[in-house]
């Protein structure tokens, strides 16, 4: 079946532009989670989604936001772009969404942002 | 708060060497870990994971990792490493009902022939 897939895989915008990201989980997957990775902070954890619900967030800026439709789709936006938002943004998805031992999240390639 | 150490950022070895990644975790419960590997330019995958049980996981490509409560650490090993394992390996904890996956900072592996 097919993987997370993650649109657009390459993005260039401009300073205090906004940009939406999109991932499609894996087929039958309802939950859905958000990474930033920049080479300066690694990888760290934005939001997650289950059932169109965000339950867990990160400690990001209000500027970032997503959401969740009912098919499990997610996106992500991100507001009045600064330069240290470029990074590469990563999906991913997971089947039951309880975490623990029926976690295992399956990632996408990503979207890399970059903001000049 | 839950957190992850990998204190190698770099690690070189020579095909056919052995491996071992360094991974120590700060969390107040049972963690659930997990160790990942990253190509350049595409996204993690999950090279295998602990949850309870056996300390010691086999995961794919031929790793396994061994859970050590009294040190707080889950090192990822490999007996003999291909050219094909260079990569950025992560560590990560989940805690407890939540799909959400703190990391380590990564180990690069780099690996001479």
């Known amino acids: 079946k097919a993987g997370v897939t993650q649109t657009p895989r390459y993005l260039i915008k401009t300073r205090g532009q906004q940009v939406t990201l999109s991932c499609s989980p894996i087929?039958?997957?309802?939950?859905v989670s958000w990474y930033q990775q920049t080479p300066g902070q690694g990888l760290q954890f934005l939001f997650e989604?289950?059932?169109?619900?965000?339950?867990n967030k990160g400690n990001f800026p209000g500027r970032f936001s997503g959401r969740q439709f009912s098919n499990s789709r997610s996106e992500m936006n991100v507001s009045t772009l600064e330069l240290g938002d470029s990074a590469l943004y990563l999906c991913?998805?997971?089947?039951?969404?309880?975490?623990?031992?029926?976690?295992?999240?399956?990632f996408g390639q990503g979207t890399r942002l970059t903001v000049v | 708060a839950q957190s992850v150490t990998q204190p190698d950022i770099h690690i070189t070895v020579s095909e056919g060497a052995s491996l071992e990644l360094r991974c120590n975790y700060s969390?107040?419960?049972?963690?659930?870990l997990f160790w990942y590997v990253q190509s350049p330019g595409q996204g993690l995958q999950l090279l295998l994971k602990?949850?309870?049980?056996?300390?010691l996981v086999q995961g794919i490509k031929g790793f396994e990792a061994e859970f050590k409560r009294s040190q707080s650490s889950f090192n990822l090993r490999k007996p003999s490493v291909h050219w094909s394992d260079a990569a950025e390996y992560f560590c990560?904890?989940?805690?407890?009902?939540?799909?959400?996956?703190?990391f380590g900072t990564g180990t690069r592996l780099q690996v001479f022939p």
């Open positions: 969390y107040g419960a049972t963690p659930y």
């Open positions: 602990y949850f309870s049980g056996d300390t």
């Open positions: 991913a998805s997971s089947a039951a969404g309880t975490g623990g031992a029926n976690t295992e999240a399956f």
């Open positions: 989604y289950f059932s169109e619900t965000q339950r």
């Open positions: 087929s039958g997957h309802r939950s």
């Open positions: 990560a904890v989940a805690p407890y009902n939540t799909d959400k996956l703190i």
